[in-house]
């Protein structure tokens, strides 16, 4: 190894490669473009699994929605049309039957309008169990959710988003312990939480404990829509199916109704997206290293035109005392230093790339990619690859170089 | 110095097969200055060639300075090639890219020296065939006379035993080729084994013994009074 750290050895490949610039040049842009794809698209990619994640990722995505509509087919004396209505009972039964259920947290919403002092709007109001936190991440910015005792004493206590902050109070102005008033109820502020970047299913900016909705809004056993989760290694498109039978058969619906019970499957439109971003992936690699292996072989295939071209000179070398050994290392050293220094272009140029799509695409809380960039150890295996293929590939113009005897070699012109 | 008995050699064309030398019986004392000379296609340039071990015998004995050279591999002849022989071509066979004095440090590069002392010792061979100031110059900007006293400077920087010369003067007008003859025999004064080809006779005056070769085989060999070439510079 001791050769690689002497001038002379460097001085040749210099030699050999500046020869002739503009093929030198034209050999590495094979390589150069497939490491340029693989960074740039890689990157590319993370950036929007990167930004996909920040805009899910207060969600439990292995979770459904259901809600309650009509019939569509009329059943047990009933008529199609009915319109069906969802029950606390309901969910308990789900929780109870369902495998693989993690949560079921039942759910109302009404319509409210928000005052506080001379700030007013009109905001929908979720009635909510302190289980919500656990499917839909608050990033509480003060104060806390809704808990059990707000939850058992009906508490008249409000959990606002920050957004609704801004509408309704003064800025920087002191909010918890505030009342706001809500259809003319005097409500007690006790947290603000971070406006969520995506929202699934109706806004969800003003919570207030399940007990009290149901009280204001005289709603009984009645409620909105449940959100039920499933734990990670079940099938959440299976616990929608078997969650739905379950609903049908309590509220006596035919069994092949498909209307009676809407839902959204955030676990399956999810996996849609994932599973995007992951062919997505798997086609970069294929394409940068198609590429690059195509690049590889442009060398190689030089190498092997540059070699011939040599045969000659080789021959005089091998007269003056150059081992077969020697020539050949010079000849994958070359290999491996066009296809490195293309690959480090590549690195560079894809890199530069990202660094322009972060500028044009990346800023910004509501940017399409974030933090668009591949890892230093992505960066060191496609070096260490390269630094293979290039030996290989090299070996094979080397054999060729000394496959020749020394007299044959010489006689060539 | 070199010792060869009975050499046989052929060349295979298509299916049958030249045979070239026929039965070669040759031996050279330290201090001899040989000139082959033979007909156009007599051999000698094989002959010469199987000497430098760029090329194999089929058959027959080859010893040179006690070491019979016999299936070795690549990488021992090329290390024989290296200690011992010194070559001179006819079209001089400078690598084009590299300047005279790299040209001339090649062979000290495969031996392994430290660049100082390559070009040290490439610059004393340089001075030795008067060109000192041409170290810096590319092949191409040299004349026919320069480059092949490069390519003698450059067969002589490893400091070999034998210095084989392929018609060291066949691309070269009569007065330079003199020239490099008397510099060729300046180098056997000092004590150079010298074995060159070629087919002009005055060229061959020049040398201690002349040895004809007529398809394949040895028809005289003959020590013949020296003529110095100084005496036409
Ligand atoms: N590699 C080869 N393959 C086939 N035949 C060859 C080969 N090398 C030489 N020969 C033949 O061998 C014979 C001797 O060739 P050689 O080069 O030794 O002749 P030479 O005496 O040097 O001639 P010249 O004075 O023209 O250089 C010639 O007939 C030549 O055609
Ligand atoms: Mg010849």
Not at chain 1, 139 to 157: H, L
Not at chain 1, 210 to 233: A, D, L, R, S
Not at chain 2, 34 to 47: E, N
Not at chain 2, 88 to 99: A, D, E, G, P, V
Request: aromatic letters at 8%; charged letters at 20%; a neutral charge.
């Amino acid at each position: 190894m001791k050769f690689l750290f002497e001038r002379d050895t460097w001085q040749e490949v210099y030699d050999s490669l500046t020869k002739n610039k503009l093929r030198t040049a034209l050999t590495m842009v094979g390589v150069w473009w497939g490491i340029l794809l693989l960074i740039g698209l890689l990157g590319s990619a993370r950036g929007i699994e990167n930004s996909f994640n920040r805009l899910f990722g207060s969600f439990a995505t292995n979770s459904v929605f259901v809600w309650a509509q009509s019939t569509s087919k009329p059943f047990k004396g009933f008529q199609e049309g009915r319109q069906v209505q969802l029950k606390i009972s309901d969910a308990k039964k789900i929780e109870e039957n369902v495998e693989g259920i993690e949560f079921v947290v039942p759910r109302n919403q009404s319509q409210a309008l928000v005052v506080h002092n001379f700030l007013s709007g009109n905001f929908g109001v979720n009635g909510d169990y302190p289980l919500l936190d656990q499917v839909q991440k608050k990033k509480m910015i003060q104060g806390r959710f809704i808990n059990q005792t707000d939850i058992d004493e009906n508490r008249k206590v409000v959990v606002i988003s920050e957004e609704i902050y801004k509408q309704l109070f003064e800025k920087d102005a002191e909010m918890i312990g505030e009342y706001i008033q809500l259809n003319g109820m005097n409500f007690k502020v006790v947290g603000m939480f971070e406006t969520g970047n995506a929202n699934m299913g109706p806004s969800s900016d003003i919570h207030i404990p399940f007990t009290t909705f149901q009280q204001i809004y005289n709603m009984g056993e009645n409620i909105g829509w449940m959100m039920i989760t499933g734990k990670p290694e079940y099938d959440i498109s299976q616990i929608e199916t078997d969650a739905k039978l379950i609903l049908k058969n309590l509220n006596k619906v035919h069994p092949e109704d498909n209307r009676a019970f809407g839902s959204f499957n955030l676990g399956k439109e999810f996996a849609k997206i994932t599973g995007f971003l992951t062919g997505m992936q798997f086609l970069t690699w294929f394409v940068g290293i198609a590429t690059l292996i195509a690049g590889v072989f442009a060398i190689g295939n030089i190498l092997l035109i540059t070699v011939k071209e040599r045969t000659k000179e080789i021959g005089v070398r091998r007269a003056l005392g150059a081992t077969p050994f020697e020539i050949k290392r010079q000849v994958v050293l070359e290999a491996v230093f066009i296809t490195l220094i293309a690959g480090l272009l590549g690195i560079i140029s894809g890199g530069s790339i990202l660094m322009l799509l972060d500028s044009l695409y990346g800023q910004g809380d509501e940017a399409m990619l974030v933090n668009a960039s591949v890892s230093i150890s992505i960066v060191f295996v496609a070096l260490i690859i390269l630094i293979v293929l290039g030996t290989l590939i090299g070996l094979i113009p080397a054999f060729k170089a000394t496959s020749i005897k020394p007299i044959d070699a010489l006689r060539e012109e | 110095m070199l010792k060869i008995n009975k050499l046989h050699k052929s060349y295979p064309i298509g299916d049958s097969s030249l045979h070239v030398l026929k039965g070669i019986d040759l031996s050279v004392e330290a201090g001899e200055m040989v000139a082959i000379m033979g007909s156009s296609g007599s051999g000698k340039s094989t002959l010469l060639n199987i000497i430098g071990m760029l090329d194999e015998a089929d058959e027959g004995e080859y010893i040179l300075d006690n070491v019979p050279i016999k299936n070795l591999t690549e990488k021992k002849a090329a290390i024989y090639r290296n200690k011992f022989l010194g070559f001179i071509f006819q079209s001089f066979n400078l690598i084009n890219y590299k300047n005279a004095l790299d040209n001339v440090a090649l062979p000290l590069y495969y031996q392994g020296l430290k660049r100082k002392e390559r070009i040290e010792k490439g610059l004393f061979h340089l001075e030795k065939v008067g060109l000192k100031d041409w170290a810096h110059h590319l092949p191409n900007e040299l004349s026919g006379g320069q480059k092949q006293r490069v390519a003698i400077a450059r067969a002589l920087a490893a400091d070999p035993k034998l210095l084989l010369a392929d018609e060291p003067t066949g691309a070269l007008d009569t007065k330079t080729s003199h020239e490099i003859m008397d510099f060729i025999q300046s180098l056997n004064d000092e004590g150079k084994t010298i074995l060159m080809v070629t087919h002009e006779e005055d060229i061959a005056s020049m040398c201690k013994r002349i040895v004809r070769l007529k398809d394949g085989v040895i028809i005289e060999d003959t020590f013949v009074e020296q003529v110095r070439a100084s005496q036409y510079v």
